[in-house]
Structures are given as C-alpha cells and as structure tokens.
C-alpha cells in the first residue's frame, strides 16, 4: 500500500488468457494494455465472448494470465501462487456479483465479517457493523438474506467487499438482478463509495445509461479492446 | 482463520443437517461401542479362565496317563495304548524326595449315581483321592473333617461332598453324619467342602471325594496286568514355577516313570499349570484381537460414511467454497474447514461410543453375575467384562484418525477447487 500513490493502481501489459480445452487452444483474452488511476470508475462492456469475463478473473486475482504483466498496487500478481493470490483478494479486492453470492443461513453481520476471519482481524463485529451503517443497512443486521429484498442482498455484498477497506471494487453486473428503482439505488451507493472512500470502481455492465455514469468506458470484442474512452461526467 | 473460527464454522454447518450428521454419527457410535464392548469381553474372558486356573494354585504338574504321540498314534508298539498310570507311580514320585516337590496327590474318577435321603438319584463325578489331595489341590473342609489314615487304609465308605451336591442331596442341609447311597452302597457323609466355583476345567463343587483305595477296591476295580491300581491323575506340587523348576522337575519324573513302565518313550504326558495358563492366555489374546478386529470393521464402515458425506457436502457446497475462496480463503482454511467438521463427527461419535461401550461392559457384566448355579452353569456364569483404559484410549484415537484420514480426501478435493468454476457451480 505504500508504494506511491503516483502510480496507478493497475497496470496492464500485453495480458492474455488461453484456455486449452483438448487439442484446441481457445485465446479469450488476445493482449490487453492500460492502465486504470486510483479512485478512477471505469465500466467494461462488451458482448459474451468478447473477453471482458476473463478480463474481469484477471483482475480479480481470481485467474493467472497466459502472458503479459499485471501490476496491482504496484506488485506484479502475475506470477503469484494461488495462496498469494488469496491473500491479495482478501486485502486489495471487493467483489460484487450479479447474483448477490451471499451465503445461506447467516445474518447480514456475520455475511460482512467473513472477510475479516480470513485476515485474523481484531474488531470484526465493531467493522462489519461500520461497513453495513455505510450501505444504509444499519437497521438490518440480524437479518439473513432470505429476509432481504434483492437491493437489500445487494447492499450485503457491497458491505462484505468493502469491509477490509480494499483498494479496488470489482462489480460484475451489480445490477444485472434489480429492477430500475433499485438498479438507481445500488448505482447511486457504488459511486457515492467511489468517490467518498477513493475506492477504485471496475465494473462489467450490458446497460448504456449504468455505462455512461462511469468516468471511463472500456469496450470489448474478441479478446481486444476496441474502444477505451473517458467520458465527462453530466 | 483462526482454529477458534474454523471449529465454529463447522459446527455450524454440522447443525445444518442435524439429521444427517446424527446418522453419520451414528455409524461411529456403533463402531466405537463394538470395540469397546468386544474387547472388553476378550479381556473379562482372560482375566476369568485365569483367575479360575489359578485358584487352584499355579505351582502345579499333572501326569496323565497316555501320552501326545500315544493320541497321534505314532507309537505302535504293542499294548501300547493300554493306560499305565498307577497309585505305586504317584508313591515312587513321593519317595524321590526331590527338593522340588513339595506334595504329590494322587485321584481316579468315576461317575456314579448318589441318592440322598429324599430318593433322588443324581449322576456325578466321584473322585477317590490320596490324603494329600486336599493340600495340593488347595481344596478345604468346610464342615467336618478330612479322611483319617485309618479309613485311608481301610477303604472306609466314607465321602465328602462338594457344596453343590451337599445342598441337591441334602436341601435341609444337615448333610454331616448323614448316609448317602453310591451304587447303592451306603457311604457315609464325613464332609462338606468348601465352595470353590468353576475350576478350569471342571467344577469341584458338583463333585464328591472318596479315599482312592474305596474307589479302587469298592467303586472302579482297575488294574494293571503286573497288579498295579491305575489312577486318573497324579498332581505334583512344586517349590515355585520357574521354567528351570518345571523342566527339572518333569525331567526327573519323566526318568522314574518311564523306568517304572520299562519305556522309552513317554506313555505318560506331564503338563505345568504355568504352561496350561500361558496357553489358554494366548488363546484368549488371540480371541480378544479377533473380536477388536472384528469390531473395527464396523469403525471402518463408519469412517467410509463420512467420506461419502463429506463428499456428498463438497458437491452442495461448491459454491460457498468459492463465495469463500472469492473474499480470501486460502487452500488450507477451506481444508481445515471440512477437516474439523469430519473429525467433530468421528470423535463425537467416538466420545458417545465409548459412553455406550462402558454401558454395554457394565452391563454385559451383569449378565449371569452373582452366585454360580449348583446345577453347573455355564463355564463363565460370573464372566465379568473388563473395561480398561488403553481400548478407551485406542477408539478415541482411532476415531479421530478415522476423521482425519476418511475427511482428507474430500477436504483436500474442496480446497482444490477453481474459485471461478465454483462461483459458476448452480
């Protein structure tokens, strides 16, 4: 985390993904480069197959590249091992999924304090609560998600990626599972985070107007970048 | 994460299929009770054939007529397998005067009919016996007295009563003084003895004793062609059981006897109470690790029931695994995740087991306790079941070893599972 601040927090170089499935070599990422700043908001889009899935996994220290360099925080995760990667997902990355992935039979608090078993935190239910005060569900926190509506399901996860304070906020489709009401709502949240805590916002989105309230716009097709363009905020 | 985390995760999960965990559990349960009871049987089994030799006192040689080779048939010469033990064998062993043996008694059975006064005939065991019997075969007087020499001489029809027999023939009690009719002689009761229970082999206290010479001249007439009386069984008491007292000791009778038979070879067969208990204590161990054996057979069902739940619980987990892998779990936090839960079920279900074992001991104990029947019960009708520490020890350790060794393959089949690919899992 000290590494300078001058730096972006991602640097990418030439990464790309091949999977081989028997004989045949499937390349789903062909060699993608950019960099994203801290605190910058940026959304993917791109048609399925065109790589942003897999670029997503990359990201997420969820997956190894093929090729080509990837520098998080200023330490090339590339070449971690799977432990290592754990680790860095646990200290540096959120996720926030389409389908919520909360786990069954827990409560809201104890959803939020898993990531904080994993790192040994002290304080886990003082930081869990904090971090569901954040998403406005204050009053929630007995609750399982089966007591929650979708949007309420939503703002759990947004509360279990935050809770170890991460410096990026990986959100696939978020809103993919919520009506418009609600898709406003979690928008809303995501980039009131962005911009309040400087946490860095990628998501992976279908929808133009969820695209558009991005500051930057990655387009994608066929494992390439076609079109990466900052936009200006209305 | 921390083990404390780690444990309340998997019980956590444990306590979602309640049913499920209380069946698994219950294949350990059985498993562990089985061993615990089984061997505690093999032990009581040892302990109580042992315990029944050794009242009779462990310093012993018997010498029975015919020999092994004799019973194998691989000594053909002729008349052979005529029987040639006799009351002047057991008087020769006496005059050895060896420092070693300490007593030499002398007995012959047979099998009689006794009528009481009430008419009821019984069919026992009637032993005619030298005056030393009751010495060397620790067997005391309970009421009234042993046979006099006179009446030793004289093949007086006197008999002494086991305590079983005095209380069939004589329910009032009231036995001394009382006449009895053996083979329809009249015999007169000088004695009870004392109650000694089953005895190795047989039960004493279903038995009566006669002077041998009464037996030999009244009862079972049985001599050899050079005038001898043949006996059943001579029993020589000896200093001590070392192994060097009991081979030198059956070194020099066997060199009498088979001088006093004009033999080479042994028609007799002389066999230590040391080496009787030796024997019947390998048996009994042997018994004993067939039985744990066959117990862990169940352990082992048990330990495969949790494989297959544990394997059953990865596949319906999969997506937790990688809802958990996703915010920060590592190989080996998953790994221990479903380690813990495996071991919690086969060592709870060790803990409970071992409970239900000690029951099943307590009460398999129970079971033909208290006073041996006078009509001759079964061999071990005051069996008691032993429960010792070290088969408690080796189920709790085997069942924690059964979790952690039934639990490792699906444990470490979770940990290994692709994040992505399990975040995709429905």
């Given at each position: 985390?000290?590494?300078g ?44 197959g ?17 090729v080509?360099?990837?520098?998080l ?12 990667l ?34 040994k935190?002290?304080?886990?239910q ?11 569900l ?43 009401t ?5 928008m ?14 990628i ?19 066929d ?12 | ?28 349960v ?9 061997m ?77 006064p ?95 010479k009464?037996?030999?001249?009244r009862i ?71 039985l ?34 996703a915010i ?5 936090d ?25 029951l ?20 071990f ?46």
């Amino acid at each position: 985390m000290n590494s300078g601040n001058s730096r972006p927090l991602i640097e990418v170089e030439d990464l790309g993904k091949t999977y081989s499935m028997g004989h045949i070599e499937v390349p789903a990422l062909r060699g993608v480069s950019f960099d994203i700043q801290r605190a910058e908001s940026v959304a993917i889009m791109g048609h399925s197959g065109s790589g942003k899935s897999t670029l997503m996994n990359l990201l997420g220290c969820l997956d190894t590249p093929t090729v080509g360099k990837y520098t998080l925080n200023g330490e090339d995760v590339s070449s971690l091992g799977e432990d290592e990667l754990a680790v860095a997902r646990n200290r540096l990355i959120g996720f926030v999924f389409q389908s919520f992935n909360l786990l069954p039979r827990m409560s809201a608090l104890e959803q939020v304090e898993l990531p904080l078993m994993y790192a040994k935190s002290n304080n886990r239910q003082q930081l869990a609560k904090e971090a569901l005060e954040l998403v406005g569900l204050g009053d929630r926190m007995r609750h399982s998600s089966v007591e929650l509506s979708g949007g309420q399901q939503q703002r759990v996860a947004i509360a279990r990626a935050l809770v170890n304070k991460p410096s990026l906020l990986l959100a696939d489709e978020p809103t993919g599972n919520l009506d418009t009401t609600t898709t406003n709502e979690i928008m809303n949240l995501l980039h009131d985070l962005n911009s309040q805590t400087n946490v860095t916002l990628i998501m992976v989105t279908h929808e133009d107007d969820v695209a558009s309230r991005c500051k930057r716009v990655i387009e994608m097709r066929d494992g390439r970048i076609t079109k990466d363009i900052a936009q200006l905020q209305p | 994460m921390r083990t404390l985390d780690a444990v309340r995760v998997a019980l956590r999960a444990l306590a979602v299929n309640k049913l499920r965990t209380a069946l698994t559990l219950l294949g350990m349960v059985i498993g562990v009770a089985a061993v615990i009871t089984l061997m505690g049987l093999g032990a009581g089994v040892q302990a109580s054939v042992e315990e029944q030799i050794r009242t009779t006192g462990t310093n012993l040689l018997f010498i029975t007529p015919g020999s092994e080779e004799q019973a194998r048939g691989q000594i053909k010469d002729l008349g052979s397998n005529t029987p040639t033990l006799t009351l002047e064998d057991s008087e020769a062993i006496s005059s050895l005067e060896s420092p070693e043996i300490t007593g030499v008694s002398t007995s012959q059975t047979a099998w009689v009919s006794l009528i009481g006064p009430t008419g009821s005939a019984i069919k026992t065991q009637v032993l005619g016996v030298t005056a030393s019997y009751f010495d060397v075969r620790s067997y005391s007087v309970s009421v009234g007295r042993e046979f006099s020499p006179q009446e030793m001489r004289a093949a007086s029809r006197q008999i002494a009563l086991g305590s079983g027999i005095a209380e069939q023939l004589f329910p009032m009690g009231q036995a001394l003084g009382q006449k009895v009719r053996l083979n329809s002689h009249p015999f007169t009761v000088i004695a009870i003895m004392e109650e000694t229970g089953t005895s190795g082999w047989q039960n004493r206290d279903n038995s009566a004793l006669v002077p041998i010479k009464t037996m030999q001249t009244r009862i079972r007439p049985n001599q050899t062609i050079r005038g001898g009386n043949l006996v059943d069984a001579i029993t020589v008491r000896i200093v001590d059981e070392n192994e060097t007292t009991i081979a030198k000791v059956k070194d020099d009778i066997g060199t009498l006897l088979r001088g006093r038979h004009r033999v080479e070879n042994n028609d007799f067969d002389i066999l230590a109470q040391q080496e009787f208990i030796e024997a019947i204590g390998e048996v009994t161990k042997t018994i004993s690790i067939f039985l744990g054996a066959v117990a862990g057979i169940s352990l082992l069902v048990g330990g495969i029931g949790i494989m297959n739940i544990m394997l059953v619980a990865v596949t319906e987990r999969t997506r937790e695994i990688g809802i958990r892998k996703a915010i920060g779990a590592r190989r080996r936090d998953i790994l221990w995740q479903f380690m813990i839960e495996s071991i919690t079920v086969s060592l709870g279900g060790g803990l409970l087991g071992v409970g239900l074992g000690a029951l099943g001991t307590f009460a398999g104990s129970g079971i033909g306790g208290g006073e041996p029947s006078s009509q001759g019960g079964p061999p071990f009708s005051s069996l008691s079941l032993q429960l010792n520490i070290e088969p408690v020890m080796l189920a709790l350790g085997i069942s924690a070893s059964i979790g952690l060794i039934f639990g490792i393959y699906p444990a470490a089949r979770a940990s290994r599972l692709n994040p992505i690919e399990a975040l995709r899992h429905e």
